[in-house]
């Protein structure tokens, strides 16, 4: 199952900024502070996963 989680995310993480709305507003009503950001980048590092916004 955790091969399968990291396979997705590496092929996801790359196309990250396409669902940036969407990623944002999950953020802000889990946590309840406004989130914002003109821009998300998502990439796989050896074995980590790296978001930059």
Known sequence: MTALL???LRLLMP???GWRTT???HIS???GV???A???EGSWEN???R???
Do not use: M
């Open 6 to 8: 990291v396979s997705g």
């Open 15 to 17: 196309h990250l900024n």
């Open 23 to 25: 990623v944002l507003e």
């Open 29 to 31: 009503s889990a946590t």
């Open 34 to 36: 406004l989130v914002q």
């Open 38 to 40: 003109s821009l998300l």
């Open 47 to 49: 074995y980590d996963p």
């Open 51 to 53: 978001l930059d916004g």
